[in-house]
């Protein structure tokens, strides 16, 4: 059963991804943007559901999914 401690592997499918930057203006412990690229990376390997859940509901493109 999950509970708020539970962590979760999450990720970004970088080919359906506009580089809108949602994910990092939302979520700022969980994505930040390269610029460069104008693509998202992950700042960490895990995170609570409840936070990649709100990431999730912000991505325009459903980008972002949960292991």
């Known amino acids: 059963m999950d509970t ?3 962590l979760h592997g999450y ?3 970088l080919v359906c ?3 809108c930057g949602a994910c990092a203006s ?3 412990e969980l994505f930040a943007m390269d610029e460069a690229a104008e ?3 992950l700042l960490r ?3 609570p559901a409840a936070a990649i859940e709100e990431a999730m509901a912000f991505c325009p493109h459903d980008c972002i999914e949960m292991d």
Do not use: I, Q, R, W
Request: hydrophobic share 30%.
């Open 11 to 13: 990720s970004v499918n």
């Open 39 to 41: 693509k998202p990376v």
């Open 17 to 19: 991804c506009n580089g």
């Open 45 to 47: 390997d895990e995170a």
């Open 4 to 6: 708020d401690t539970t």
């Open 26 to 28: 939302m979520v700022p």
